[in-house]
């Protein structure tokens, strides 16, 4: 609060002696050219903040282009392990087929040993 105090202070100091010395001109300058160093802080300050968001950007793509292979191979690992897991369920029922169908033939083998046999001994 005493630094705003001090600011106005300073500012009447400003136009006691701008109005002791010049004219009408003289305060237009000065308001100009204080409008002037305003407008040059805050081009900085936005040159400053487009420079900081460009390289926030670059570290951002810099690190989706290290992570991505990363979580690419991640996925693909998951979907390998997911075919595996079903190409083993497949293995495992034809097995159960395979059995069934050869105790099914074996059931009927010595049927069909008298069926080859009548049609190849007369």
Same mark, same amino acid.
């Given at each position: 609060?005493? &630094?705003?105090?001090?600011? &106005?202070?300073?500012?009447?100091?400003?136009?006691?002696?701008?109005?002791?010395?010049?004219?009408?001109?003289? #305060? @237009?300058?000065?308001?100009?050219?204080? #409008?002037?160093?305003?407008?040059?802080?805050?081009?900085?300050? %936005?040159?400053?903040?487009?420079?900081n968001a460009r390289?926030?950007?670059?570290?951002?793509?810099?690190? %989706? &282009?290290?992570?991505?292979?990363? &979580?690419?191979?991640?996925?693909?690992?998951?979907?390998? %392990?997911?075919?595996?897991?079903?190409?083993?369920?497949?293995?495992?029922? @034809?097995?159960?087929?395979?059995?069934?169908?050869?105790?099914?033939?074996?059931?009927?083998?010595?049927?069909?040993?008298?069926?080859?046999?009548?049609?190849? #001994?007369?």
């Amino acid at each position: 609060m005493s &630094e705003d105090v001090s600011r &106005e202070a300073d500012e009447i100091r400003r136009h006691v002696n701008v109005v002791e010395k010049g004219s009408i001109l003289d #305060i @237009i300058q000065e308001k100009e050219s204080a #409008i002037n160093m305003k407008v040059l802080e805050t081009k900085k300050r %936005a040159e400053d903040i487009v420079a900081n968001a460009r390289v926030k950007a670059m570290e951002i793509k810099g690190k %989706a &282009e290290e992570d991505g292979p990363k &979580e690419a191979k991640a996925f693909l690992d998951s979907e390998i %392990a997911k075919a595996k897991k079903e190409a083993e369920k497949i293995m495992a029922s @034809i097995e159960v087929e395979v059995k069934a169908v050869t105790a099914s033939g074996m059931k009927n083998f010595d049927r069909a040993v008298r069926k080859v046999e009548e049609l190849v #001994i007369p």
